[in-house]
């Protein structure tokens, strides 16, 4: 039994990687959730299969370069990801904690705000890289005790997918719609979101300007948007152990920083801040029509 990935129900809000049709479902379920099967668009061919209760709502050859190396590093060890977190963060920044880390840009996305949606059903959350799941009890546990919100999430490591999911089935809270996709091709119709926000991976990805105009595409009109990653603080001095520290953490990149040049045009309140010695928060909003 899994009370993660998705239901019947959480159909109609997919849409088709390739050309953003809509999707039905073939298959069967388990415990109410969609367990063997795919999701067939009119459109495009072949269907994206979904096992074991995981849709793989992606193209095998399209995720290419660095995408796919930290891929190999996320499946193959991720039990040991979030401890390694919690240990490291303290270790190689000689200060602050991982949730101090996590606390500050949580404030970025105005999670008090959160209220109904117009047609009575509770706001979304939209977390783009989703890993172990980490975030899920952060965000729940800021939101006012009368609002409940349905949280998504993606990813490309099923490794990382799976362990969460796991974690959510021993936490027993509420269910995750969790899925396998692309950040560069989110498998969303257009302002479906009221909040959405990635942490952790956005220097690696192969084209960071579309992922963030991905995000901007699926939230709602004056959602704050919020991307988290490394860079080293540009307003404080650093030894030579700390930039040592750096370069192996972010060995991927040839230059981490905060792509704010990155922000999709029109963006307002765009915002760049330091959450803590290694990590950067951008902020922004999409105005409405």
Wanted: aromatic share 8%; hydrophobic share 40%.
């Amino acid at each position: 039994m899994t009370p993660s990935g998705l239901a019947p129900e959480d159909v109609p809000l997919l849409r088709c990687p390739g050309c953003r049709g809509a999707l039905r479902w073939e298959g069967s379920l388990r415990a109410g959730r969609l367990w063997e099967g795919a999701l067939a668009c009119a459109r495009c061919a072949p269907p994206w299969p979904l096992r074991e209760g995981l849709a793989r709502l992606y193209r095998e050859g399209e995720v290419r370069g660095t995408d796919r190396l930290l891929r190999v590093f996320y499946d193959g060890l991720p039990a040991l990801h979030d401890p390694a977190v919690r240990l490291l963060i303290p270790l190689f920044q000689t200060e602050g904690s991982e949730r101090s880390l996590r606390e500050g840009y949580l404030r970025r996305m105005d999670l008090g705000s959160l209220k109904t949606r117009p047609d009575g059903t509770p706001p979304r959350v939209l977390e783009v890289g989703i890993g172990t799941g980490v975030n899920v009890g952060l965000v729940r546990h800021s939101l006012t005790s009368t609002v409940k919100v349905d949280y998504w999430g993606i990813d490309l490591s099923e490794g990382m997918s799976r362990v969460g999911m796991g974690k959510v089935l021993e936490a027993g809270g509420e269910p995750v719609r969790w899925a396998l996709a692309d950040a560069h091709a989110l498998p969303f119709g257009d302002g479906s979101f009221d909040r959405v926000f990635h942490v952790g991976a956005l220097g690696s990805y192969r084209d960071p300007a579309r992922a963030l105009a991905e995000m901007a595409r699926v939230a709602a009109p004056g959602t704050p948007l919020v991307a988290v990653d490394e860079q080293l603080d540009p307003a404080r001095a650093h030894s030579v152990y700390h930039q040592a520290m750096f370069r192996l953490v972010t060995f991927y990149d040839r230059a981490p920083h905060c792509p704010r040049e990155h922000v999709p045009a029109g963006a307002v309140e765009v915002r760049e801040e330091q959450v803590s010695r290694f990590f950067y928060c951008l902020s922004f909003r999409m105005p409405g029509a």
